[in-house]
């Protein structure tokens, strides 16, 4: 039997696990959804036990489905949000919520209770923010681990480690405390060009403590992504997976940086000349460049926290499919839209899509059923280029129509506001000298033709599609390739194992003369957002 490997990845809502053979073929694939607590808009917490069982699922499942013997695997690979993961003394789940559930013991990403805390630390101007776009976000997690000091104190002094959740699977897996270099460079402060931490920035914020002992708490061992953990797979582990002890297990990724990897270096092309755009939940923008750059708004430059030895640039949208699924619901004929659409056997967007693609003779034209509607989804803040977590929703060009025509046009709306969001992105980056020519675009919101076209001509750039149907478990799976030693570098297997699919080129002419002036009046809502607020 040939080589195969195992990508596993948790994302917001689920956890998958993916078998793939040498050359990136999808053989087997499986998902469960796990639990997600939220307690109002700004509140999202999960359970890493949970997690762990959803895992162990999905492996479970998928290597059935592909009806290969666990001796053929040769490496396993994991990748996940970057959601803190809270363990107390004996590495037991220790709560962060206010129910005092100990099973809640994970802060997820989208989390914003931390706002605050992100505004002390952005005071302080401290230099590592330089590399975070010169702004850190509560999205990340030294802002998160400040809210625990300071609303939480116990949980606090009781926690024995703070893990980033891929970091957490890894260790689960193996017994090894090892960080990756992904984790912590962007999402912790890890000065991945410099291989360290710098305490001034933890004891100016007010953590100091974390600085002990080699910042053992939260990652006193930090290794590059790919690097095979401790022993392999412990005994527990591998019966939790049903896979054989000792496997290969690859310090992993965050979840759209795994996506970055299945897609950027498909059939050897240039990684620098293509940006990943990883369109789920929220979206996320991965550029790479040679040397480093410092863009006002995006996170980094990070050395080597994707490719090896390449700069990333980081973007994207706090909430992308999550935006539009907001968008939807405020119709007014939401509910009776919805129902009309699981009696034809769809989700919603998928019901639109279909119908849309009936009463247009170009995707492109799906620009005219949006008629004078203008989105800013921004509902849970702007990520990418303003860093502006305060920033909300707009919606210009309402009237009194209900009909399932106006359910379309706010549909096709929301997906140009992010196709704008995506430009302002790349433009701001080309300032500064990241110029990726096309975007390579994966995740479960992304997958429709239609949506990649809009994107192609909202942003006015070249969408591409990968090869492979689930890039993201192709990324994490390329890691286990690497940690089993089938291929030398990462570099190496996203070469043999990934592709590209097709490819949209935006439309000329009218089409774009009229997404130019409906960029203008994006790039307005937002000013007067800007404006509102500030009155």
Same mark, same amino acid.
């Given at each position: ?6 990508? +596993? ?61 666990? !001796? ?13 993961? +809270? ?38 101007v401290h230099d590592v923010l330089a590399y975070v776009g010169g702004t850190i976000s509560p999205e990340m997690q030294t802002p998160k681990l400040l809210w625990l000091q300071e609303n939480m104190r116990s949980t606090f002094d009781q926690a024995g480690d703070f893990f980033d959740l891929t970091d957490y699977l890894t260790w689960r897996s193996t017994g090894d405390k090892s960080r990756s270099v992904c984790t912590v460079t ?22 100091? #403590? ?5 910042? #053992? ?5 930090? +290794? ?46 240039? @990684? ?14 991965? !550029?790479?460049?040679?040397?480093k750059a410092f863009v006002p708004g995006v996170w980094g430059p990070y050395h080597s926290a994707m490719v090896p030895e390449l700069w990333l640039s980081e973007g994207g949208q706090s909430v992308a499919g999550e935006a539009i699924a907001h968008l939807l619901k405020l119709h007014p004929r939401y509910d009776a839209f919805r129902t009309e659409a699981e009696e034809n056997g769809q989700s919603l967007p998928d019901y639109l899509?279909?119908?849309? *693609? ?6 492109? *034209?799906?620009?005219?059923?949006? *008629?004078?509607?203008?989105?800013? @989804? ?9 860093? *502006? ?6 919606? !210009?060009?309402?009237?009194?129509? #209900? ?30 000298? +990241? ?6 675009? !994966?995740?479960?919101?992304? #997958? ?88």
């Amino acid at each position: 039997m040939n080589d195969v490997f195992i990508g +596993v990845d948790v994302g917001t809502g689920s956890a998958r696990a993916g078998v793939f053979d040498c050359a990136g073929q999808l053989l087997g694939s499986a998902k469960h959804d796990i639990e997600l607590y939220r307690d109002g808009a700004f509140i999202a917490e999960q359970s890493s036990d949970n997690i762990w069982s959803c895992v162990c699922k999905s492996v479970q499942d998928a290597m059935e489905q592909a009806n290969v013997p666990i !001796s053929s695997v040769k490496g396993i690979g994991f990748d996940a949000t970057c959601s803190l993961v +809270v363990l107390d003394r004996d590495a037991k789940p220790l709560s962060i919520s206010a129910s005092g559930d100990a099973a809640r013991n994970i802060i997820v990403w989208m989390d914003h209770r931390a706002s605050d805390q992100a505004d002390q630390i952005n005071a302080q101007v401290h230099d590592v923010l330089a590399y975070v776009g010169g702004t850190i976000s509560p999205e990340m997690q030294t802002p998160k681990l400040l809210w625990l000091q300071e609303n939480m104190r116990s949980t606090f002094d009781q926690a024995g480690d703070f893990f980033d959740l891929t970091d957490y699977l890894t260790w689960r897996s193996t017994g090894d405390k090892s960080r990756s270099v992904c984790t912590v460079t962007c999402k912790w402060t890890y000065l991945a060009h410099e291989d360290r931490w710098d305490a001034s920035y933890f004891e100016e914020i007010g953590l100091g #403590e974390l600085t002990i002992n080699n910042f #053992e708490r939260i990652g006193s061992k930090v +290794v590059a992504t790919g690097t095979a953990l401790g022993q392999g797979l412990t005994a527990q582990a591998a019966s939790d997976l049903g896979l054989n002890v000792g496997t290969p297990v690859a310090a992993g990724l965050i979840d759209a940086h795994a996506g970055g990897v299945g897609t950027i270096g498909a059939a050897g092309g240039d @990684p620098t000349s293509r940006m990943a755009y990883v369109f789920g939940t929220s979206a996320c923008t991965m !550029s790479s460049s040679k040397t480093k750059a410092f863009v006002p708004g995006v996170w980094g430059p990070y050395h080597s926290a994707m490719v090896p030895e390449l700069w990333l640039s980081e973007g994207g949208q706090s909430v992308a499919g999550e935006a539009i699924a907001h968008l939807l619901k405020l119709h007014p004929r939401y509910d009776a839209f919805r129902t009309e659409a699981e009696e034809n056997g769809q989700s919603l967007p998928d019901y639109l899509l279909t119908r849309i *693609d009936a009463r247009i003779s170009s995707r492109s *034209d799906a620009l005219y059923l949006a *008629d004078q509607l203008v989105v800013v @989804p921004e509902f849970l803040g702007n990520r990418a280029p303003f860093a *502006d977590p305060k920033a909300c929703g707009i919606i !210009s060009g309402l009237n009194l129509n #209900e009909d399932f025509d106006s359910l379309i046009g706010l549909y096709v709306a929301g997906i140009f506001g992010l196709g704008y969001g995506l430009k302002q992105i790349l433009d701001v980056q080309r300032e500064h000298g +990241v110029c990726p020519t096309t975007v390579v675009i !994966s995740g479960g919101a992304g #997958e429709h033709p239609i949506i990649k076209q809009l994107l192609a001509d909202a942003a006015n750039i070249t969408i591409a599609a990968p090869g492979t149907k689930e890039p993201v478990l192709l990324g994490s799976a390329m890691l286990g390739a690497v940690a089993g030693g089938v291929f030398e570098t990462i570099e190496d297997a996203m070469r043999a194992m990934s592709s590209l699919g097709d490819t949209f080129q935006p439309t000329q002419g009218k089409i774009a003369a009229a997404h130019a002036k409906r960029y203008e009046v994006f790039q307005a809502l937002q000013a007067a957002g800007r404006l509102l607020r500030e009155v």
